[in-house]
């Protein structure tokens, strides 16, 4: 239960070869062996979002998943998305919509987000929140939160149509 | 009072202004540095073995096996701890006759609840702690729990603890006379029972702690996620018989607190020990199963109450009857007699009526505690008040707004003290009232019910009036004993380029404390808010204060923070009076100058008066000693409290055939005086609003009659999400309070406070062509089918 691994991943851009525990998540993967401590865990069960990362451009729970498991895989936290400025937008609406309180859900709201526009349709206000309906957040109530994303999806669209 | 220039026409004009917040942006790029995060040299983690059992005695322990596990650094005992810290006890003086048993961070002989710490397994990693606290071997002698607190409070039940000879922690009564010729002489009566659910905090980040104790100096410090670190600096120094002086707290970013994060645990108080006992940093995080049964709950109480009023309405008396269930302790150091206290103390409260009488009893039952939760006992008050008033009006054959604008308290009838005794400076219901009518347009609401019920939709409006407790002063705990503080401290300084530091006592969980401070700050000197950094959460760093808790961030926090830069203001303007050799009244600061105050011409940056000062001091004046730094602490004098009031309402559609309800709209209008940034009071209310409909409809700590939690995981305890909340709309009505020169009150509990009772008010609307009202929450799709009879 506690021998280790090889595994070879991308993480954030950068090539990561090391040894892992195999009942190691990714989650704890990610915080504990590489410091990313932006992703975090609130249920460790897959139904709060709180540490949903993007695993081959796709958002998934990195607590559901071993570290194993992703293998091969090109692995994004909320601190390569901030590096290679994907979601510059959405944080900036965030920020200005005060589209958190205590920041804990948002890194994997972010990345909920990022999967909610990276659709490319311009989704309404109940679309977005079912969209959200996997990410847990006790502070805000969610409106800002829909605002944020609804603002920077209407603000993608008109850079596209411009475009 | 007022006194401050107002209006937001002037430069670094921020009071009153939605503005962002700048300590946001590291929670938005994954760099927030909460508790969870932090790893130390020489670090090691602590699990637990929880007790399988709501009520035992423990007859042995092994350890054997565990502490041999490769990687487990120790295993304590109660005994091993019980050795170094002292027991504390969870009452207050100012209750009378409050009784609660000793607690230690783990038991010696009993246990009292299912999932109470037992043993503290030390590891290199917390599996491996995990791996270990699976091989102690834990002999327990199973006793019947008492898990139903009407029967603990029975004549006769067995007492849960020794030494006691009954389950009742905190019993009183409350009489303002006169109610039983209330209810004589009225022509109209409703009685109704009430039960309201256990919910819990349910922060994303759960408690944690790194306790980091050096031997070397005798020094403790807690990076602890916590909302108030001086009183636990307190509880450390006292508890553990550490230097004052030497205890360090330091509350980082912080994943949610709600009022759960600032109670005594017995982990963290295990944790603080082993780590005096090992002489390195000791981490906990609990996890969500950890959390739900050792984080405090809230609620749980049973109501009877009744109303009574004349044919027009108007309410003559009231009488209520609250049974509370909280555990097998006080909680400590604020007890978990409050809520109850509270709730027998805020019924009624908006409307004007004199005879009111009540009874409380707080009782112990084998569950884990319950204690402070945002909007302490209010959600109760109102939900019965505002529940009565509506069986009122349907009983009449009034309309809701009408029956309410009959009895509110007029607006030009201030100061009021209540029958139970809270004094009122200045609410607004009638003023309230009046705004969530316009802004629900509650007429074609109306209309649009009737034409949805024509279709057999099941629409419901509902809207609850309520009075929230903010600012309290040292009556609040102070009076009864506790170490917890009333006032708050701020040191503001000038840097050498100018700039401004402040650190205050007052703390910040993401609801937005470091920018009004900040606000505040730049408001009163003159200065670009950019220039402002504010500093919290820290012991060794910031002024000694109550911290935030109870709505008193703002407006304790933020008149600490005016005074403290009038203050340096002041100082500044001296400094540069002898520097340009003229008068102080004759100058003023805007944008980072000193300028002339008639004019608004420029004389000198305060980057410059910072370089003289600090750098060029010898070409001042003999005698001139420039205090660039000033120190302040503020406590509330005046009103014991700072009461704010407001209104809410609810629109619901109720699917008969599942029991589902969906919220359509939520609406409030909220009175907290002085508002100093629109954009976070409106977030604070948002984000209180949806904890009262997760209470409404989905939350409820369910236990089996052997005392064990049946749903602790996220996956089944339902907490609100995204898609089953409404929109929310709010407006304002701005009654600054006049004990303070900022005028504000608290905001942080009213979206909390009301939002259940509008709920339930909402759904009993809807339902009330089916003849049944629904008085228990949640109300989930089962009570609604129950109460249709459907099933």
Redesign the interface.
Known sequence: M?AKMAISLTVNGEEVETLV?T??TLADFL?QDL???????????G??G?CLVLVDDRPVHACLMFAVQAEGAVVE???GL?MRRAISDL?SA???R?A????????GM?VSAYGILAAGALPS?EE???A???????????????DAIEQTARLRHEQEEQA | MNAFAGGLDRPNSYIGRSVSRPNAKRLLEGRGRYVTDLVLPRMVHAAFVRSPYARGRIVAIDIAEAAALPGVRAVFTGVDLAAICTPWVGTLDHFAHMKSPPQLPLPLEQVSWSGQPLVLVIADSRAIAEDAAELVMVDIEDQPALADPVAAMALGAEPLNAGFSDNICFASRLDSGGVDDAFAASEHSVEQSFVFGRHTAVTLEPRAIVADYDPSEGRLTAHHATQTPYQFQDVYSRHFGLSEANVRVIAPDIGGSFGMKLHVYHEEMAVVGASILLGRPVKFVADRMESFVSDIHARDHRVTARLAFDASGRIAGMEVDDVTAIGAFSSYPRTSAVEGNQVVRLMGAPYDFAAYRASLSVVFQNKVQTSQYRAVGHPIACAVTECLVDAAARHLGLDPFEIRARNVIADDNYPRTSPTGYQFEQLSHEACLARLRVLMDYDALLNQQAQAREKGVLLGIGIALFVEITNPGPAFYGVGGGRISAQDGAIIKLTPAGEVHCSISVTEQGQGTETIIGQIVADQLGVDRATVRVMTGDTDTTPYGGATWACRGAGIGGETALQAARKLKANLLSVASIVLQAQPDELDIRDGWVVERTTGQQRISLAEIARIAFFRSDTLPAGTQAQLSVALHYVPQGYPFAFTNGAQGCLVEVDADTGFVKVLKHWVVEDCGRIINPLLVDEQIRGGVVQGLGAAFFEECLYDEQGQLTNASLADYLVPMAVEMPDIAIDHVETPTRDTELGAKGCGEAGTAAASAAAMNAVNDALSGHGVAMTQIPMTPTRILRALGTI
């Open positions: 506690t525990a009942r190691t915080r410091q990313l401590t932006g992703t975090h865990t609130g249920c460790e069960m139904a709060c709180a936290t909320v601190e901030t944080q965030f920020h200005e005060n958190l309180q205590c920041g804990f859900c948002t890194p972010l206000r977005i929140r079912d959200l309906s996997g990410n847990y957040c006790r502070c805000t109530g969610y409106e800002a939160i829909v």
